[in-house]
Structure formats: structure tokens, C-alpha cells
């Protein structure tokens, strides 16, 4: 395995919720230009991170 990569199966997730109450949440509609820009960024900067989906 190149030692650039991460470890097989190893997901890491970001998640945005909202909520007005601190109990309940919802999801959060990010506009997909400022999702392409995130995927960009995680693949360009984070060691170990070859994509995302």
C-alpha cells in the first residue's frame, strides 16, 4: 500500500446539521460549488486523503 494513502476501508465524514434546540437536528444543504471547493481543498491538503465522495 502507498504510504501516502490512508488504510483500507478507513472513512473519515464531515457533516453539517442544523438546530434550533440543541435536541434535534437536520440535515444542512450545502450548494454543491461549495462542496467541490471542500473536495478539493481535503484531497489537496490532508495527508492521507485520496478522494472524496
Known amino acids: 500500500m502507498n504510504s501516502q494513502r ?6 473519515h465524514r464531515l457533516r453539517a446539521v ?22 478539493t481543498r481535503v484531497i489537496s491538503d490532508v495527508r492521507g486523503i485520496n ?3
Not at 490512508?6 to 472513512?11: F, I, L, N, P, R
Not at 440543541?22 to 473536495?39: I, N, Q
Open 18 to 39: 442544523t438546530s434550533t434546540d440543541g435536541v434535534t437536528a437536520g440535515y444542512f444543504p450545502f450548494p454543491h460549488e461549495f462542496l467541490s471547493r471542500v473536495a
Open 6 to 11: 490512508g488504510k483500507a476501508g478507513t472513512q
Open 51 to 53: 478522494r472524496v465522495v
